[in-house]
């Protein structure tokens, strides 16, 4: 095998694995840029238990929600790829929670950073994005 081949293909394949990484942190930085908070699951466990009123935005897919790691009890099931056509749908009915704190979750973040940029775009101001998702979640508080 010719050695620049070899190291056209090598270059290549890291470009191509450098690109994915990039697409899969562009959600996460845009949260970061518009000022969207990461928090850690044990802060909004001892937010929830001291009876502050949180919305729990869960945006993994109904057999995620109902799976093997569950959901945080009283989330809202939404999933990411229907949240801008509920958004749209509900309207004028969301303005009462507009102003409200609301942590997104999914499995492991992945998911969750671009349905918060999603809900700030819709006018939600105090949104934050569960640090670690569902599976950190579950990993605490099972």
């Known amino acids: 095998m010719d050695e620049t081949f070899k190291y056209d293909i ?9 690109f994915i990484l990039l697409f899969r942190f562009i959600p996460r930085i845009q949260a970061k840029l518009m000022g969207v908070p990461f928090v850690d699951p044990q802060t909004v466990k001892a937010r929830m238990d001291e009876g502050e009123e949180i919305l729990v935005i869960d945006v993994r897919m109904p057999h995620e929600f109902s799976g093997v790691l569950g959901h945080i009890d009283g989330a809202l099931n939404l999933q990411s790829n229907q949240l801008t056509q ?10 009462p929670y507009k102003n409200q704190r609301i942590v997104v979750t999914c499995r492991t973040q992945n998911r969750s950073p671009k349905a918060a ?9 105090k949104i934050s994005i569960l640090n670690g998702g569902m599976a950190k979640w579950s ?4």
């Not at 990993?139 to 099972?142: F, I, P, R």
């Open 10 to 18: 090598l270059y290549a394949m890291a470009l191509a694995y450098g």
């Open 86 to 95: 509920k958004l749209k749908e509900l309207g004028d009915d969301l303005e």
């Open 117 to 125: 940029r999603i809900l700030f775009q819709h006018g939600f101001t």
């Open 139 to 142: 990993k605490l508080y099972g």
